[in-house]
T-cell receptor, first 115, second 115 residues
Framework: AQKITQTQPGMFVQEKEAVTLDCTYDTSDPSYGLFWYKQPSSGEMIFLIYQGSYDQQNATEGRYSLNFQKARKSANLVISASQLGDSAMYFCAMRGTNTGNQFYFGTGTSLTVIP | DTAVSQTPKYLVTQMGNDKSIKCEQNLGHDTMYWYKQDSKKFLKIMFSYNNKELIINETVPNRFSPKSPDKAHLNLHINSLELGDSAVYFC??????????????FGPGTRLTVL
């Protein structure tokens, strides 16, 4: 069974500080991808970053990086130098090669950046 | 150019009515999805179509019926609306195979309110 777990319903971070949002997953697929999405209060879903299970290096996109620990089945999102505009819901998602086209989403983490 | 578009953005209707939400993508993707996001922000997959063929049909009431006239469109029709149907409905699309950056692209969402 495929499962994504986000254990932090809410997080607070001081502006300009770094924050880590946790994501663990469970899959039997030999090959899979991990994704993070941001959903601001305006409601749209914004793709942030992708990590493939066979990628040798952790993914980075600007201030976003993915701390991928395959043995621990974790794919934590690190946001550096937090900005007020980072306040949003963040969703971790997974897609496996054997599960066809289905994406599995976690329950999300609400991040609030404090000025 | 909008990649995934949905209409309408807001839908307010009475219980018992029938309504449709339209979705179109111009990305050339083969796979399209419908998600329901409840008030707790949990994203639940409802349906997925690959090249006009239904491939994921999660446990949703049969009052919900997707229709894909072509691979660029996936519409959602809801019969006999109930209060519990109030939610934000997202359409999404993706390439069919897992590969680097084959993320889902989401539409802006349709906020359905059933009175």
């Amino acid at each position: 069974a495929q499962k994504i777990t986000q254990t932090q319903p809410g997080m607070f971070v001081q502006e300009k500080e770094a924050v880590t949002l946790d994501c663990t997953y469970d899959t039997s697929d030999p090959s899979y991808g991990l994704f993070w999405y941001k959903q601001p209060s305006s409601g749209e879903m914004i793709f942030l970053i992708y990590q493939g299970s066979y990628d040798q290096q952790n993914a980075t996109e600007g201030r976003y990086s993915l701390n991928f620990q395959k043995a621990r089945k974790s794919a934590n999102l690190v946001i550096s130098a937090s900005q007020l505009g980072d306040s949003a819901m963040y969703f971790c998602a997974m897609r496996g090669t054997n599960t066809g086209n289905q994406f599995y989403f976690g329950t999300g983490t609400s991040l609030t950046v404090i000025p | 150019d909008t990649a995934v578009s949905q209409t309408p953005k807001y839908l307010v209707t009475q219980m018992g009515n029938d309504k449709s939400i339209k979705c179109e993508q111009n990305l050339g993707h083969d796979t399209m999805y419908w998600y329901k996001q409840d008030s707790k922000k949990f994203l639940k997959i409802m349906f997925s179509y690959n090249n006009k063929e239904l491939i994921i049909n999660e446990t949703v009431p049969n009052r919900f019926s997707p229709k894909s006239p072509d691979k660029a469109h996936l519409n959602l029709h809801i019969n006999s609306l109930e209060l519990g149907d109030s939610a934000v409905y997202f359409c999404a699309s993706s390439p069919p195979k897992l590969a680097a950056n084959n993320e889902q692209f989401f539409g802006p969402g349709t906020r359905l309110t059933v009175l």
